[in-house]
């Protein structure tokens, strides 16, 4: 399952770093230009972590809203002892975690996306070295995907995925072995389209 890992976000968050700073003081002292700048160059990338967290693209819309308007709100708070593109990862999932619970719909939205005629006909038109890994992520179950994403893609440790989404250690690490599994299995064509 090596293949699965992604860029660690530390190597992408050395190459941004010292634009951001100016940007972020700017924006810290109400400046809407730049906060604009900071949502052009960071809204893409909030929002595929909002993707993978819900899965749905209309839920991940909203939240990434949510996520730029709480941060407008909350910038005064960062505080500079971490980089910008960490916290504003913090945040992001903190508030998309808590907007998908807020959402009532949202398990009945996940239910038809994993039933849909149109995911069967993704899943029987392609053999399995060809899947796009994030159509599989999106099939996983909702806390199983959601621990995979936090740990495996985002680079949250175990105790860390247990304090965000409020169960135990341990718990993390079953659900993220249970992804593995799944994946692999689909991967190497097990249960593939099923």
Known sequence: MESLRTVNTQTVDAHLAPYDEPLVRAAQQGDRQAYQALYEQYHRRVYALCYRLT???????DATQEVFIQLWRKL?????????TTWLHSVATNITLSYMRKQKSWVV??????????????????????????????????????VFVLHAIEGYRHDEIATLLNIATGTSKTQFHRARRMLTQWLEGEDYGQ
């Open 55 to 61: 899965a749905d693209t209309g839920l991940a819309e």
């Open 76 to 84: 005064s708070a960062y505080a500079w002892q971490s980089r910008f």
């Open 109 to 146: 939205r996940m239910l038809n996306i994993e039933t849909s005629s149109e995911a069967q006909e993704l899943n029987a038109s392609r053999c399995p070295s060809e899947v796009d890994l994030e159509a599989l992520i999106v099939r996983l179950p909702e806390r199983a995907r959601v």
